[in-house]
């Protein structure tokens, strides 16, 4: 039986972060060479200012009758001796592996509907482990949900714990890989968001840094800016402080209203976070310090 090698279960993705010196693209090229596969995508960033390498490399194999998860853990041994020589922190991965998202959601579910139509029509490749919303079922009466399980999990300041532990055994009992923040507008413990670190994403209504907290449009309204945006960024304990990953802007006039940036930033909403939640999945997103490099497709 032949293997299509070129179907998404041989397409493989390494990525890997080092201290940068002479020689990493060369030995990582060569032990893919000689191991048998073929190079498909390279991105390499060489950041000056921490003196740390960044590079991200999809590969299949020449020709090689062996099975996906056979011939990934065969790419992984091979590449132990280079990871070692260079001291990276690395991943390896095939891409056909689908991770599993859990969407948190509060009142507005402009981007969590966004999220679901990108899923279903294939161009983002996720399982939903869970919908996690603080407002009850009816208020996305007019969603179908299909087979993914919802859960309305309401929280005030005095059950703030509680409802967190809630979230965090949902998270473990549904294996999920990344958590993205469709709207939701709770500030996450710090032991929540550091347990979460790397791996969950939320979408800040403005142009950050400027206008942080929970009413960024009125915030611009009233400063009069000329430029709305929208921040994708990983979450941390420090209120949308986290590394950025995107971000996007449309113009604004004297004439727009507090509603009318709610409106055209609902459009800017939705594009950045898909945007942001397609590349962390295709692992096109390596964290470096307080920032992040983005190797863009
Ligand atoms: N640990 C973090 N948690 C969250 C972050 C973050 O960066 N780190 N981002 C927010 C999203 N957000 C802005 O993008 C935001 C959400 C909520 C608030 C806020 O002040 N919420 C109030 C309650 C508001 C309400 O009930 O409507 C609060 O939590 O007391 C500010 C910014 C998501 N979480």
């Known amino acids: 039986m032949s293997i299509d090698l070129s179907s998404p279960g041989c397409q493989l993705v390494l990525t890997f ?5 002479p020689g990493i693209v060369a030995a990582a090229s060569t032990l893919l060479f000689e191991e048998g596969f073929n190079v498909l995508e390279a991105h390499q960033y060489d950041d000056q200012e921490s003196g740390r390498f960044f590079a991200r490399i999809t590969f299949n194999p020449v020709r090689d009758e062996r099975a996906a998860s056979v011939l990934l853990e065969a790419a992984r041994a091979a590449f132990v001796p280079v990871a070692a020589r260079f001291g990276m922190d690395w991943a390896m991965r095939s891409q056909a592996e689908t991770r599993r998202v859990m969407l948190l959601v509060s009142r507005f579910d402009h981007c969590l509907a966004d999220l679901l139509y990108r899923r279903q029509i294939g161009e983002i490749p996720m399982e939903v482990s869970a919908i996690v919303a603080n407002y009850p079922r009816s208020t996305y009466a007019h969603h179908d ?9 309401p929280v005030t300041r005095e059950t703030k714990a509680q409802q967190e532990a809630a979230i965090w055994d949902l998270v473990q009992s549904t294996q999920t890989d990344v958590v993205v923040l469709a709207r939701y507008m709770q500030v996450l413990s710090d032991e929540l968001s550091t347990r979460l670190a790397g791996r969950c994403i939320n979408i800040h209504h403005s142009f950050l840094p400027g206008f942080k907290g929970a009413r960024p449009y009125h915030q611009a309204h009233a400063r009069g800016v000329k430029l709305i945006g929208a921040t994708a960024h990983y979450v941390t304990p420090d209120l949308d402080e986290g590394p950025i990953i995107e971000q996007d802007v449309e113009r604004i006039t004297h004439a727009d209203k507090p509603e009318d940036l709610v409106r055209k930033g609902r459009d800017i909403e939705r594009r950045v976070l898909a945007r942001a939640l397609a590349w962390h999945l295709a692992d096109r997103v390596l964290p470096n310090g307080r920032k992040t490099v983005v190797f863009k497709d």
């Open 145 to 153: 949900f299909g087979d993914i399980p919802f859960h309305y999990l």
């Open 17 to 21: 972060v080092c201290q940068n010196r």
